[in-house]
């Protein structure tokens, strides 16, 4: 079975500093991994997503994120913090066997202090 | 553009009330996704479907049922509304591409449901 822990269910980060979310999967079969961020009072979007090409994954709005095997992770970083970034961040697995049920973290939600 | 559409953005029923809540999407997608989301707890899926008239029970079913009787539409029931259904409901699609799977889903702008 797959299961996905995000660590810390708020963040928060000044503007201009480095954005850091950390995810953990579990999954018994190469996933597939993804982060999508939700907006105040929105769905949620794709932010960027792993499906096995590069292990360093580049998003939408500057954010990227890298799969690492040995550690069963896939954080989200950020190198510099605006205030629009202040969302709602769920990392995800699926898997590769048909279906793409899709497993969702519990959310990080992140605050940006000016 | 990708769209998805939910019939409503905020609803507020009764202890025992019959609810509909309705989802389109418009990009051809053969699956479908209903999601609960509560605070601390992430999304929850209830029931999705993989084609026309095709339904599977998610992780937390109990309490709904869905419809899915043309490819564009996956509709939600709540056969008798209980105050614990109150929450954020979110509808997704997503295409079948055979051979690469892992399918981004896309979200619709979710309809808050308050049962009082």
């Known amino acids: 079975a797959q299961s996905v822990t995000q660590l810390g269910s708020h963040v928060s980060v000044s503007e201009g500093a480095l954005v850091l979310l950390r995810c953990n999967y579990s999954s018994s079969v190469p996933p597939y991994l993804f982060w999508y961020v939700q907006y105040p009072n929105q769905g949620l979007q794709l932010l960027l997503k792993y499906t096995s090409a590069a292990t360093l994954v580049k998003g939408i709005n500057g954010f990227e994120a890298e799969f690492k095997k040995s550690e069963t992770s896939f954080h989200l970083t950020k190198p510099s913090a605006h205030m629009s970034d202040a969302a709602e961040y769920f990392c995800?697995?699926?898997?590769?066997?048909?279906?793409?049920?899709?497993?969702f973290g519990a959310g990080t939600r992140l605050f940006v202090k000016a | 553009d990708v769209k998805v559409t939910q019939s409503s953005r905020y609803l507020v029923k009764r202890t025992g009330e019959k609810v509909f809540l309705e989802c389109v999407q418009d990009?051809?997608?053969?699956?479908m996704f209903w999601y609960r989301q509560d605070p601390g707890l992430g999304l929850r899926l209830i029931y999705f479907?993989?084609?026309?008239?095709?339904?599977e029970k998610g992780d937390i079913p109990e309490g709904y049922s869905v419809s899915r009787e043309k490819k564009e539409r996956f509709s939600l029931i709540l056969e008798s509304a209980s105050t614990n259904q109150t929450s954020m409901y979110l509808c997704a699609s997503s295409g079948n591409r055979p051979g690469t799977g892992g399918e981004t889903q896309y979200f619709g702008p979710g309809t808050r449901l308050l049962v009082l």
């Open positions: 479907s993989y084609d026309v008239k095709m339904k």
């Open positions: 990009m051809d997608h053969e699956n």
């Open positions: 995800a697995v699926s898997d590769r066997t048909g279906g793409f049920k899709t497993i």
